[in-house]
């Protein structure tokens, strides 16, 4: 099955600088990658995804890039503020997201540092 | 619209009790799911269905069952509760046909003594 490494487990950066979240997939047929921002005591919720026929999304500070042949994917944040500390996951799916088809990584805690 | 719903937010049982965590959506999503959360493991799939009447087993699908009578309701039920399925549990939603989005819900974090 599907495997997705994440990386680093903490970051902390200051406010105003740029953040990175790095994640791996093993299944060479995963084609759609999800990024979740959780709060804390909520539920994880879309900020971002990206399927494998681009090679990067932007939606305004936040950006995900897509290497198929290296089988991995970023989200980064840029001009970092206080509302975006919280845990990040990133998945991975063959199927497009489909009911069966998310496999998530351990998740990013990130702190913005004022 | 509501979303995606669970009940109860916290629970706190007995081992070898049992109980049923309830989800429902309004978004007429095809796609339900359940997930566990347990500290830095993620997010781990226990049982999902792909519409009425359809259930699959996940990766973690031990110990506990689902039904999917209707297309908004999604219940999980834990026939003899262990200390193991202490776990913040996550229901999720999504439309068919790859679309993709998962929706989840706010989470029920339950304590098995």
């Known amino acids: 099955g599907e495997n997705v490494e994440q990386h680093p487990s903490t970051l902390s950066v200051q406010e105003g600088d740029s953040a990175v979240i790095k994640c791996t997939y093993s299944?060479?047929?995963?084609?759609?990658f999800p990024w979740y921002k959780q709060e804390l005591g909520k539920g994880p919720q879309l900020i971002i995804d990206?399927?494998?026929?681009?090679g990067e999304k932007k939606d305004q500070r936040i950006a995900v890039t897509l290497n198929k042949t290296a089988k991995h994917f970023s989200l980064h944040i840029t001009e970092t503020q206080p509302e975006d500390s919280a845990v990040y996951f990133c998945?991975?799916?063959?199927?497009?997201?489909?009911?069966?088809?998310?496999?998530f990584g351990k998740g990013t805690h990130l702190i913005i540092q004022p | 619209n509501a979303g995606v719903t669970q009940t109860p937010k916290f629970q706190v049982l007995k081992t070898g009790q049992s109980m049923t965590l309830q989800c429902a959506q309004d978004m007429n999503h095809e796609y339900m799911s359940w997930y566990r959360q347990d500290p830095g493991m993620g997010l781990r799939l226990i049982h999902y269905?792909?519409?009425?009447?359809?259930?699959d087993q996940g990766e973690v699908p031990n110990g506990y069952n689902v039904s999917r009578s209707t297309t908004e309701d999604f219940p999980l039920r834990l026939l003899s509760a262990a200390p193991s399925q202490t776990s913040v549990y996550f229901c999720?939603?999504?439309?068919?046909?790859?679309?993709?989005?998962?929706?989840f819900g706010p989470g029920t974090r339950l304590t098995v003594l």
């Open positions: 269905s792909v519409g009425a009447g359809i259930t």
């Open positions: 999720a939603s999504s439309y068919s046909g790859g679309a993709g989005t998962q929706y």
């Open positions: 299944d060479s047929a995963s084609n759609y």
């Open positions: 998945a991975a799916s063959s199927t497009g997201g489909g009911a069966d088809g998310l496999t």
């Open positions: 990206i399927r494998s026929n681009v």
